[in-house]
């Protein structure tokens, strides 16, 4: 990776920082050579600070740590995309980035999905929801319902049609979502199941 680390005077390159599983900006630090290096060999993403004037590793007071999982150099050469998955907040006042946002992790237009099928089955219109009317029936009828579009995705991915493959396959994911609801769970909780297993 061939960084001009000579455009600054400083010898400075800004370090974007973002979550590699929900893409959110976390921070913005400054990286020299070293502090590049240091990251690449170590993991663990290493700035150079300007007002303490020597390398740190970010999460060296708190434990909150940011493990590197990819670094992308953009057009000029001149700053860095670096990926990440955080440990605890990013940012020392607590929050999960530097400009205050507190969340659950997001994963845009899922989260937003799945804030509307809360909604429809929480609404007082719950008769003019089908949603709301699936999730009444009970979880045995839920719990159908995604076993048959499972079924219908199978036969459709053994055919040539990519066009009903996908319409079964959102079928199927937007029936498995309300699933998640029904047993109190969203999709945040199936993706820590799987960022445990891949430690």
Request: a negative charge; hydrophobic letters at 35%.
């Amino acid at each position: 990776m061939n960084v001009d680390f000579s455009k600054n005077p400083d010898g400075l390159v800004p370090a974007i920082i973002q979550d590699e599983l929900t893409n959110k900006v976390l921070m913005l630090g400054y990286m020299n050579d070293d502090a590049l290096q240091k990251t690449i060999e170590t993991k663990s993403v290493t700035f150079f600070s300007r007002t303490k004037q020597r390398l740190w590793t970010k999460g060296e007071e708190s434990g909150n740590t940011l493990r590197l999982v990819d670094i992308k150099l953009d057009c000029d050469s001149d700053s860095l995309l670096v990926k990440v998955n955080p440990k605890g907040p990013t940012c020392h006042k607590g929050s999960d980035t530097c400009w205050n946002e507190i969340n659950n992790e997001t994963f845009g237009f899922i989260s937003k999905l799945e804030d509307t099928i809360s909604s429809r089955i929480n609404s007082a219109d719950s008769d003019k929801s089908y949603v709301a009317s699936l999730v009444a029936k009970g979880i045995n009828k839920v719990a159908q319902k995604v076993g048959e579009e499972a079924i219908e995705v199978v036969i459709e991915a053994k055919d040539s049609n990519d066009e009903l493959f996908l319409e079964e396959s959102a079928d199927l994911l937007f029936h498995y979502l309300i699933l998640l609801q029904a047993k109190g769970f969203r999709i945040n909780d199936i993706i820590t199941v799987l960022k445990f297993r891949g430690k």
